[in-house]
């Protein structure tokens, strides 16, 4: 048997103050820990290439240093299994170009389960870098009856092992007193490796140093990964390894697999042996088991009935709460922008920069802000399910629903998500392990109805229902029907794509179900504002440009200073660009005003509103999503064919609505899913089936109803 | 500011159009820059990629 011992290592020295990575399982505490660590002080950002949020942050010493803390995402191992979890194994092992390798590491673990956690430490410590072990949800491990060791804990690992519960604060001023120190120790503890695997550890670590350039222990532990793990995950921004050291990976396997031994289950298996050990020594366990408060919540909330009732009704609070408080701000910042644009067409001479800033920059930008209160409340509401461990239940209960379609529990949060937005629905897309399954989420979810959608169906539903005494509900319930036209599509598509492009084994759904806590409100606020400032910037920039674009082409070519409004847009690009497109579109009952509109849509859906003001002329129309659109309306039914048959029939509104619902016409969407994807193919497959089915449907729809007298 | 109400139309028309020139060359280098990167690479976690390997 070999001993693997990172203590015999030298170590690095560095006079500049220390980065700290933090690492732990997912649902452990760490978001909580980081915050109570760096406060405000947090820069949230990408790794290159890969949409897998970096989190650093500047903590302080007690005397006042500053340090380095990178959150990383939530991992089990450093076997990744998600692109997530080999960021994670990336930047520890010092693959990344883009991140320093951490000089110390700050390990968090649930104390409630310690033995699960300590996997993840274990590879950790073999990384030869100075660790300090957190045992958070010390609170929650007592009320539970177990009892942690920490002195014999910290004796037994040779590193400091400082017991917490970030949620209250406490254990963090001894965290950072041990963080301040200027010499962190290594760590002493060791594991027996089998000694059949020990030549290939060997092997394969001289070649990570020789052809690498790892430093030994480094090679050592990634050697020991390698040879586990197969290293099967690779995200964009990871070093490759050099082809001398995958040979002799491959060679070991080989001939591993010709012997019929399987050494690296055996590896696995001794350290898992060695944790056992060490947890036996350090964890009691009071009496026998009782019945947490956690359980007996769990068995109403996932109840086969209950569960449901209680999901829906979660479910209702968020929609509810996202058409309903989000109204208020979103009509104030409409009015803003309104009073913005306005006020530079007041102060500037008329003229090209006068109406590119009020009509491209303001009009686009107050676009994408208009939508903030919607996207902040329903990030708002993400936290705080995520935050009192109810997110976690309400994927398991979707799971059958889900596992029906081909896809598992882990997809709900990202459609839930695209409700408010496709964008940061597809981010979060990143959790979910399979391939297959992550693939088929991206491209179902820009098919749940977003709220770019909102103000098309408004405005269609407006003009489709002509008699204002028509009830409320039956308008209400024919929008809902677009949200479940939407819903119904994805679920569709993916149960589709999940039998023939993208076929794999039946959905696995592993997760854990942590215990129920209090949200801390500076958590939920300190997230909903991170994703909105990063919503704000990836889609405010795109609409911006494109907004600029758009003007551009409905600007020029310049006609006669005489010719009216309506003339100017229908000779200009964009008015011959429906004109080319009206062939297509006549047979959905839409003619080339209409399908200006549905260009415009391409850079964000809700520009269909003024856009098909400007091209129906309507006088003093103001933009905006919620600008008065009476006269809109008005124009829109007085609109007419050539040979005076009515254009906005209920008819023609309802095959525009549902060509909205299937259409993929958000550049932006495009962009995030190009980017996800790494490549053009499935954004282009994406944009080809889903324009493809809208006007399958809306064809159908308008042929059928015209057939039938409509 | 005096001079922002009295811009002569065609100042305003060459000013947007180098705005909107710069918002063309902006994304045309978004585009080209994108491309000197790195891609996945063979064994890569990207569903695109272990898709064309099949």
């Known amino acids: 048997m070999s001993s693997s011992n990172p203590a015999n290592a030298p170590r690095r020295a560095s006079s500049r103050s220390p980065t700290y990575a933090l690492v732990g399982n997912p649902n452990c505490g760490k978001s909580t820990l980081f915050n109570a660590l760096t406060g405000l002080k947090q820069k949230v950002g990408n790794y290159p290439g890969v949409t897998v949020e970096k989190k650093v942050g500047t903590a302080y010493t007690q005397h006042g240093q500053p340090l380095t803390l990178i959150d990383l995402p939530g991992a089990y191992s450093l076997a990744a299994r998600s692109p997530d979890e080999a960021v994670t194994r990336d930047v520890l092992l010092g693959r990344r170009a883009d991140t320093p390798m951490p000089d110390r590491v700050l390990c968090i673990v649930d104390a409630t389960n310690l033995e699960r956690n300590l996997y993840l430490v274990h590879q950790i410590l073999d990384l030869g870098r100075p660790v300090i072990l957190v045992l958070n949800l010390m609170d929650l491990a007592a009320a539970q009856g177990i009892t942690i060791r920490v002195n014999r804990l910290e004796h037994e690992l040779g590193i400091p092992v400082i017991a917490c519960e970030a949620v209250n604060g406490k254990g963090i001023i001894e965290l950072k007193l041990a963080m301040s120190r200027s010499e962190s120790p290594l760590s002493r503890h060791a594991w027996e490796i089998p000694a059949a695997i020990a030549p290939a550890v060997s092997e394969i670590q001289a070649s990570l140093s020789a052809q690498d350039r790892k430093s030994p222990l480094i090679a050592r532990a990634e050697a020991l990964l390698l040879l586990t793990d197969h290293d099967q995950v690779r995200v964009t921004g990871s070093a490759d390894l050099h082809s001398r050291t995958l040979e002799i990976l491959h060679g070991w396997q080989k001939r591993w697999s010709d012997e019929g031994t399987d050494w690296s289950a055996a590896l696995v298996q001794s350290r898992y042996e060695a944790i056992a050990r060490l947890a036996a020594e350090v964890v009691h366990r009071a009496g026998t088991a009782t019945t947490s408060a956690t359980d007996r919540i769990d068995t109403v909330v996932t109840h086969p009935v209950w569960g449901w009732l209680i999901f829906g009704g979660v479910m209702g609070l968020l929609f509810f709460s996202i058409f309903t408080l989000a109204q208020p701000p979103m009509d104030w910042i409409d009015h803003y922008t309104d009073l913005l644009g306005g006020w530079v067409k007041h102060v500037m001479a008329p003229g090209d920069f006068t109406n590119l800033l009020s009509d491209g920059v303001i009009a686009g930008v107050g676009a994408v802000v208009a939508f903030m209160p919607q996207i902040l409340i329903l990030f708002f509401f993400i936290g705080l399910l995520e935050s009192t461990g109810y997110m976690a239940r309400a994927a398991f209960i979707m799971d059958r629903l889900m596992s029906r379609v081909g896809l598992n529990g882990k997809s709900f949060i990202p459609l839930l998500s695209s409700y408010a937005c496709a964008i940061p629905g597809i981010m979060a897309t990143r959790t979910i392990e399979d391939p297959k399954d992550r693939l088929a989420t991206i491209l179902v979810a820009p098919l749940m109805s977003c709220s770019a959608r909102l103000p098309v169906y408004l405005l269609m539903i407006a003009a489709m229902v002509p008699n204002d005494r028509v009830p409320l509900a039956f308008k209400v319930g024919l929008m809902l029907f677009m949200y479940f036209i939407g819903t119904a599509g994805a679920f569709l598509f993916a149960w589709l794509f999940k039998r023939t492009l993208l076929k794999g084994a039946p959905p696995l759904m592993i997760m854990e179900l942590p215990p129920y806590r209090l949200p801390r409100a500076k958590d939920v606020l300190l997230q909903m504002t991170e994703r909105a400032g990063i919503f704000l910037k990836k889609a405010g920039t795109i609409i911006l440009g494109i907004s600029i674009l758009l003007w551009f082409l409905s600007a020029y070519p310049k006609q006669a200073s005489n010719a009216s409004a309506e003339q100017q847009i229908e000779l200009s690009y964009a008015g011959r660009a429906g004109h080319w497109l009206e062939p297509v579109i006549r047979p959905l009952g839409f003619d080339w005003r209409i399908g200006i509109g549905l260009i415009s849509s391409f850079a964000a859906r809700e520009s269909f509103v003024s856009s098909t003001a400007v091209v129906f002329n309507v006088e003093n129309f103001e933009g905006g999503k919620n600008a008065d659109i009476t006269p809109l309306r008005k124009a829109m039914r007085d609109a007419v064919w050539p040979n005076g048959r009515a254009l906005f029939t209920p008819l023609v509104c309802l095959s525009l609505m549902l060509f909205y619902v299937f259409a993929m016409q958000c550049m932006s969407t495009v962009a995030v899913v190009k980017r996800e994807t790494n490549g053009w193919r499935w954004p282009l497959f994406q944009i080809g089936y889903m324009t493809g089915t809208a006007w399958v449907v809306s064809f159908v729809v308008y042929q059928a109803g015209h057939a039938l007298g409509f | ?54």
């Open chain 2, 1 to 54: 500011m005096p001079w922002v109400s009295e811009m002569s139309p065609h100042a305003q028309s060459l000013i947007a159009l180098a705005i909107v020139a710069l918002t063309v060359g902006a994304f045309v280098w978004r585009a080209i820059a994108r491309r000197h990167k790195h891609g996945c690479g063979e064994a890569c976690g990207c569903p695109s990629q272990k898709l064309a390997r099949k």
